[in-house]
């Protein structure tokens, strides 16, 4: 629900927090174990993510670091969630010295992003692989540089049981309730905190528009660093909910009443070469909020909604999630969330908006989206749009709300479920391509899979409805 402060911040112009003591100054290339040392860490958590978003890690001992940075560590793939078979050789995670952070809540354990490699080659469906790749080719090719900020939004629930922690997080107007806030204090000021210490300071934090709901804002940065702070923020949360004696949890629509959880992506594209200059700035005088969009952020949005059916699967990858997308009026009385591919102003009725700001809000994605291959899919789209000069049409000045659905005529609907979602990204040549075909091809394998234990699950709702047919 956070509108991302952007005007004076830049990847190269601002100063990041230190993640290391006072008077200690790491270089860029300072190894693994020099890192560790620093920071007094005695263990590592090599980490990196699957298909499917779940963060795998190994702890391993800062003695061994060294030989890890070198040989990696070793994963079984099919393990994880991977297009591969138990007769596959050995996934190597390398670990990136550059992320290492200390655990603020567990100051012995150090947490590192990791890229995988396969026979000495990197594994072409690894995400944060894909999504690296891709910026590096963005910015060898075209001199561009893409930056992602995320709006992550969470439930705090009981340990023990799907229930919401708060017993007087009752309201039913709840978003922005200073009460609720102040009643969680303990952990929000903790998980601030933790931020802070491991080098992403957060600027805001919220109470959002269900009952027992949070929402954590930082600093927009570099899409992979912003990735691997996505991911770490994640587990932050999790594990400090936990020491509070509750349960953090990112399901995009845990209860059927309220407000489901929404990861929007506020997006802009710099150029490298000249002072980092945001190329989706227009310089015009502006009438509407999209008059401060250039023409090739325009595209970039006209590439974002061409492509929106396909890239659901990315953006929207879990069964429940179309629980939130397909939602009737919640209890706070939007769903916040959009049925239709449409653009407007500084309007959140649609799914992308475009506040008073040269920035893109792709309000589409929920928090099942796997970090990495988010900004991965949003620059694909995008940059198709670019390339082919996408129009997006003329932007909406509806209420989107206002019948409970989009009402232009001519948006295209987005997909009712995942298997839906999952054929149209197979139908979508190019956003594959875009994307990396051994990447998507594997995830629409395996979200297939899962899509069939889904199918083949009896409910509730089919014995009431139909047990006496």
Same mark, same amino acid.
């Given at each position: 629900?956070?509108?991302? @402060?952007?005007?004076?911040? &830049?990847?190269?112009?601002?100063?990041?927090?230190?993640?290391?003591?006072?008077?200690?100054?790491?270089?860029?290339?300072?190894?693994?174990?020099?890192?560790?040392?620093?920071?007094?860490?005695?263990?590592?958590?090599?980490?990196?993510?699957?298909?499917?978003?779940?963060?795998?890690?190994?702890?391993?001992?800062?003695?061994?670091?060294?030989? =890890?940075?070198?040989?990696?560590?070793?994963?079984?793939?099919?393990?994880?969630?991977?297009?591969? @078979?138990?007769?596959?050789?050995?996934?190597?995670?390398?670990?990136?010295?550059?992320?290492?952070?200390?655990?603020?809540?567990?100051?012995?354990?150090?947490?590192?992003?990791?890229?995988? =490699?396969?026979?000495?080659?990197?594994?072409?469906?690894?995400?944060?692989?894909?999504?690296?790749?891709?910026?590096?080719?963005?910015?060898?090719?075209?001199?561009?540089?893409?930056?992602?900020?995320?709006?992550?939004? +969470?439930?705090?629930?009981?340990?023990?049981?799907?229930? $919401?922690?708060?017993? !007087?997080?009752?309201?039913?107007?709840?978003?922005?309730?200073?009460?609720?806030?102040?009643?969680?204090?303990?952990?929000?000021?903790?998980?601030?905190? #933790?931020?802070?210490?491991?080098?992403?300071?957060?600027?805001?934090?919220?109470?959002?528009?269900?009952?027992?709901?949070?929402?954590?804002?930082?600093?927009?940065?570099?899409?992979?660093?912003?990735?691997?702070?996505?991911?770490?923020?994640?587990?932050?949360?999790?594990?400090?909910?936990?020491? !509070?004696?509750?349960?953090?949890? +990112?399901?995009?629509?845990?209860?059927?009443?309220?407000?489901?959880?929404?990861?929007?992506?506020?997006?802009?594209?710099?150029? #490298?070469?000249?002072?980092?200059i945001n190329i989706f700035?227009?310089?015009?005088?502006?009438?509407?909020?999209?008059?401060?969009?250039?023409?090739?952020? *325009? !595209? +970039?949005?006209?590439?974002?909604?061409?492509?929106?059916?396909?890239?659901?699967? $990315?953006?929207?990858?879990?069964?429940? &999630?179309?629980?939130?997308?397909? #939602?009737? =009026?919640t209890a706070s009385g939007?769903?916040?969330?959009?049925?239709?591919?449409?653009?407007?102003?500084?309007?959140?009725?649609?799914? $992308?908006?475009?506040?008073?700001?040269?920035? $893109?809000?792709?309000?589409?994605?929920?928090?099942?989206?796997?970090?990495?291959?988010?900004?991965?899919?949003?620059?694909?789209?995008?940059?198709?749009?670019?390339?082919?000069? =996408?129009?997006?049409?003329?932007?909406?000045?509806?209420?989107?709300? #206002?019948?409970?659905?989009?009402?232009?005529?001519?948006?295209?609907?987005?997909?009712?479920?995942?298997?839906?979602?999952?054929?149209?990204?197979?139908?979508?040549?190019?956003?594959?391509?875009?994307?990396? *075909?051994?990447?998507?091809?594997?995830?629409? *394998?395996?979200? *297939?899979?899962?899509w069939g234990d889904y199918?083949?699950?009896? @409910?509730?709702?089919?014995?009431?409805?139909?047990?006496?047919?």
């Amino acid at each position: 629900m956070a509108a991302l @402060t952007r005007a004076t911040l &830049s990847l190269h112009g601002r100063r990041a927090a230190s993640r290391y003591p006072a008077g200690i100054r790491m270089m860029s290339d300072a190894s693994l174990a020099e890192r560790a040392r620093a920071l007094g860490v005695k263990y590592l958590l090599i980490s990196f993510d699957d298909l499917f978003g779940t963060t795998r890690s190994k702890l391993i001992p800062t003695t061994a670091a060294e030989s =890890v940075e070198t040989d990696g560590a070793g994963f079984a793939g099919f393990a994880a969630h991977f297009d591969m @078979t138990p007769a596959d050789p050995d996934m190597l995670a390398i670990p990136d010295p550059s992320t290492l952070v200390k655990l603020p809540w567990d100051k012995e354990i150090g947490w590192v992003a990791s890229n995988l =490699v396969v026979r000495g080659q990197p594994l072409l469906q690894g995400p944060r692989n894909r999504l690296k790749d891709m910026c590096d080719d963005l910015l060898e090719s075209r001199g561009l540089v893409l930056k992602t900020g995320v709006e992550c939004e +969470f439930f705090l629930l009981n340990k023990d049981s799907i229930q $919401i922690a708060d017993g !007087y997080d009752t309201a039913s107007k709840p978003c922005y309730d200073q009460s609720a806030l102040m009643r969680q204090r303990g952990f929000v000021c903790e998980l601030n905190d #933790a931020m802070q210490e491991m080098g992403f300071p957060p600027y805001q934090t919220d109470h959002e528009d269900a009952n027992g709901q949070f929402e954590c804002n930082w600093h927009y940065d570099h899409a992979l660093t912003t990735a691997d702070r996505h991911c770490l923020f994640k587990f932050t949360a999790k594990s400090l909910a936990a020491k !509070y004696g509750m349960r953090a949890t +990112f399901m995009p629509k845990p209860f059927s009443n309220l407000t489901g959880n929404g990861c929007h992506v506020h997006v802009t594209l710099h150029c #490298a070469k000249n002072n980092d200059i945001n190329i989706f700035k227009s310089g015009k005088s502006r009438e509407d909020a999209t008059d401060l969009l250039s023409e090739t952020g *325009k !595209y +970039f949005v006209g590439g974002l909604l061409a492509h929106a059916r396909g890239l659901c699967a $990315i953006t929207n990858p879990s069964v429940n &999630s179309y629980k939130r997308l397909s #939602a009737p =009026v919640t209890a706070s009385g939007a769903t916040w969330a959009p049925a239709t591919a449409t653009w407007a102003g500084n309007n959140r009725s649609h799914m $992308i908006r475009i506040p008073d700001a040269p920035r $893109i809000e792709f309000r589409l994605p929920d928090m099942s989206a796997n970090p990495y291959l988010l900004p991965s899919g949003i620059l694909a789209a995008g940059m198709l749009g670019v390339d082919g000069k =996408v129009d997006p049409g003329k932007p909406s000045t509806e209420n989107a709300y #206002a019948s409970g659905t989009e009402t232009k005529e001519d948006a295209i609907t987005l997909p009712a479920n995942l298997l839906d979602s999952l054929r149209a990204l197979e139908d979508d040549k190019k956003l594959c391509r875009a994307i990396g *075909k051994e990447c998507t091809d594997a995830l629409v *394998k395996l979200r *297939k899979v899962q899509w069939g234990d889904y199918t083949r699950h009896l @409910t509730k709702w089919e014995l009431t409805h139909t047990l006496d047919c």
